[in-house]
């Protein structure tokens, strides 16, 4: 029997701090695909479908105190909102290649290729001490040192120094110097979510309460802003 329990600073966090950003995600989301549903638009959209189904999982095991769900459903939740920051790396590939040379296909093996190393992450789960325990004051995860390292290099290399390489080459390209102003609003915004993502990283494996209260408060400003910078950057241009 699965049983529940929420403190006041975890409803803040899960249901208030983060159901903000899981509304403004889905609105985003919704206002770019509602105006045009070409690959591009839903890959860019796919960035932030994937965090809203992360905090969407995030919301259902929040109160819940049964480690083995909690642990499985916050794997999905890691995997949805960690996942999300591939959906931009093919975002930029299609940009800066063209869809000719970035077929379907390819976008699918990248997909599955980050996807598997992202799935590998479940696998700590079952090595005594090498993966995600429960802080059972707060119900936090608790990551291990090797599962820190192993989602920092899978995130770091598989999206992150990608689409920053990308960003640049598709930034060199234009010449326009409006382009270049919103292209650099996409880029900020990409930066300041990567930040957050860290501070989650860290937050999780140092386990300080009051790191944790702090990264949730940055957190919040961070991810709304990198959100919108992105949006604001390129969305609305997809949209047109």
Do not use: H
């Not at 996942?83 to 063209?98: E, G, N, T």
């Not at 190393?117 to 789960?125: N, Q, R, V």
């Not at 996409?186 to 140092?206: A, E, H, K, R």
Request: a positive charge.
């Amino acid at each position: 029997m699965v049983l529940f329990q929420l403190t006041t600073m975890r409803f803040i966090t899960i249901y208030i701090a983060q159901g903000f950003i899981f509304a403004f995600f889905l609105f985003l989301a919704i206002k770019i695909l509602k105006r045009d549903r070409k690959r591009l638009n839903v890959i860019f959209a796919g960035f932030y479908i994937s965090c809203v189904i992360g905090f969407f999982v995030n919301f259902i095991y929040g109160p819940m105190i049964d480690v083995n769900l909690v642990l499985l459903l916050n794997f999905v939740t890691n995997f949805g909102i960690y996942y999300s920051a591939i959906f931009l790396v093919v975002f930029d590939l299609i940009l800066l290649k063209s869809e000719k040379v970035i077929t379907t296909k390819k976008q699918t093996l990248i997909f599955l290729a980050y996807g598997i190393a992202m799935f590998c992450m479940i696998f700590f789960l079952f090595i005594p001490g090498a993966g995600v325990t429960l802080n059972v004051t707060t119900w936090s995860p608790v990551w291990s040192l090797p599962f820190f390292i192993y989602v920092v290099l899978v995130v770091s290399l598989g999206a992150v120094i990608p689409f920053l390489y990308l960003s640049l080459q598709i930034y060199k390209k234009f010449e326009d110097d409006l382009l270049k102003k919103k292209w650099k609003f996409f880029i900020y915004g990409f930066c300041c979510l990567i930040v957050f993502m860290y501070g989650i990283f860290v937050s999780n494996y140092l386990n300080i309460p009051e790191f944790r209260t702090i990264m949730g408060l940055v957190g919040l400003i961070l991810a709304i802003a990198g959100g919108y910078l992105m949006y604001n950057g390129v969305g609305r241009q997809l949209e047109k």
